[in-house]
């Protein structure tokens, strides 16, 4: 079988493998489409299908793109004048109280080492509603100024944070005084022929015919409505030919010693010198000697990713319209194109392994909790700061994964969280029951977090709780909460504005550990 039909069989069997409403796919290789494919529907309800054509917003894909941008002016500024106004507008922008850590820099930001935290996940606690509107220039500032402090110190360690690129968006229209979607309009889809790429921050309105989804192939698909405004860190629209345009480009730009995309896409490190895997917008993993390098994107009815291997000259692109795993999709193709590795399958002696050291544990100096439990065979499930993470066990105290080591004492787990720099020890919680030993607790009141300007009301009787949030956005839904030990509490929160909030799943109520003061 020839290249060009493995690749074209490779793409055709993607909807199989994949079911869902619809999605496109394509490969570029050697600086040249080698293959793409369409299917389903843009509508299902109108019948209108996908086509190489259609619209898609590419959500945190647009961070790179950002970040060639940002990048563009800083080496073609001679006389330091936009790296001067960028930090000013940057000072008028986030608290000064963060802003004189000599630490958070520009490159901080860009490489997700910033410390900050990340609005997405506060505007639940300030009282935002799952579908509710949120404004660039009206609430991102205030979001700004209520970050509160670091989550960490910059430079030390990385968390996936949208108030970065957010932040970084206006701050270049402040310093150059254009318009962001005309900055990347005439730095970046101009020369790389992507024709139909534009900056557009309202989720509301996307381009016709295009409707994202949410549901599954069991229980079959419901529209989805997004009404957020957002640009630096996810605004951008394009269609598959547009990806495709921007794929070459990149090819192109990759065999550039000055181009902004080779200056972005070099491996990235921590304060210390220790290497990182996130960068100017683009995340790196290695996979059997090769660098990988992309990124993906989620919107509530949409998953985008894209990865580029440089040196086999190969990019994928795989954008859908519904919260299907697109990274699943990206990941298949390019496995099959560029010769990677298939996935690890479960093996040894250990498949059968049950330890016993699941349950709940807190890690007290990010104040999160973590659940650990039993996954497929010889598999642990490790959910900590939104995210779920599996695990092999491979010995009775140990297991780990790419991303991540697992080792465990009598009431404490030692995590080190490879791709983020982190590593925290976390504290057994004792088993679910009364929180404090038979003393009785009243939790149920009003409670105010000065820092984040953000009001937490509980409510109910015994250990059935209720939280609701209120804030500058508004007053927030209830949410319910669990005891899991201890004085932590866990506040189950499916969706912020848009998407599940990170990290928006510990809450600390009683005792020494308290956040907030009650009113």
């Not at 060009?4 to 490969?27: C, D, M, N, Y």
Request: include cysteine; glycine fraction near 10%.
């Amino acid at each position: 079988m020839s290249p060009a039909e493995s690749i074209k069989r490779t793409l055709e069997s993607v909807p199989s493998k994949f079911r869902g409403p619809g999605g496109a796919v394509a490969v570029v290789k050697d600086g040249e489409l080698a293959g793409q494919h369409v299917w389903g529907y843009a509508n299902l309800d109108a019948r209108i299908p996908i086509t190489p054509t259609t619209i898609f917003p590419i959500c945190s894909i647009s961070k790179q793109m950002v970040c060639l941008v940002l990048t563009d002016l800083l080496q073609n500024d001679k006389d330091k004048a936009f790296e001067d106004a960028l930090h000013k507008a940057l000072h008028e922008l986030l608290p000064q109280d963060l802003m004189a850590n000599k630490d958070l820099t520009v490159e901080r930001m860009v490489a997700m080492q910033s410390g900050l935290r990340d609005y997405w996940a506060l505007t639940v606690l300030w009282g935002a509603t799952p579908g509710g509107r949120f404004s660039i220039y009206q609430d991102a500032p205030k979001a700004l100024k209520r970050l509160g402090g670091f989550h960490f110190a910059p430079g030390t360690e990385m968390s996936y944070c949208n108030s970065n690129f957010m932040t970084l968006g206006i701050a270049i229209e402040k310093a150059t005084g254009q318009t962001l979607g005309g900055l990347l309009e005439s730095r970046l889809f101009d020369p790389a022929g992507m024709k139909t790429a534009a900056l557009r921050p309202d989720t509301e309105r996307l381009p016709a015919p295009l409707v994202g989804y949410e549901g599954s192939d069991e229980n079959g698909y419901v529209a989805y409505q997004n009404r957020i405004e957002w640009a630096g860190d996810a605004g951008i629209q394009a269609s598959l030919e547009d990806m495709v345009a921007y794929e070459k480009h990149i090819d192109h730009s990759s065999s550039s010693a000055h181009s902004a995309y080779q200056k972005n896409s070099q491996e990235p490190h921590y304060i210390d010198g220790s290497a990182a895997n996130y960068g100017y917008g683009l995340a790196r993993i290695e996979a059997d000697g090769m660098t990988v390098v992309g990124h993906g994107g989620a919107l509530a009815g949409f998953r985008l990713h894209r990865w580029y291997v440089a040196e086999k000259r190969v990019s994928v692109v795989a954008l859908l319209n519904s919260d299907m795993d697109s990274a699943e999709v990206a990941g298949y193709v390019l496995r099959n194109v560029a010769g990677l590795p298939a996935k690890e399958q479960q093996k040894g002696s250990l498949s059968e392994t049950k330890v016993e050291w699941t349950g709940y544990y807190l890690d007290e100096e990010a104040n999160l909790a973590i659940a650990v439990s039993h996954g497929g065979p010889g598999e642990l499930l490790i959910y900590y700061a939104g995210h779920e993470d599996k695990v092999k066990i491979t010995d009775s105290t140990k297991a780990s994964s790419k991303g991540m080591t697992v080792s465990y004492e009598v009431g404490k787990l030692s995590i080190h969280r490879l791709r983020e720099g982190r590593k925290l020890t976390a504290k057994s919680l004792a088993p679910p029951g009364s929180p404090n030993d038979g003393e009785e607790v009243i939790y149920t009141g009003s409670y105010r977090s000065e820092e984040i300007d953000s009001k937490f009301h509980c409510t109910g009787t015994g250990e059935m709780l209720y939280v609701a949030f209120d804030g500058y956005l508004g007053e927030g839904p209830a949410h319910l909460m669990k005891h899991i030990g201890k004085d932590v509490w866990w506040l189950a929160c499916q969706r912020s504005l848009d998407a599940p909030a990170p990290g928006c799943h510990c809450w600390l109520l009683a005792g020494k550990k308290r956040q907030v003061r009650q009113e």
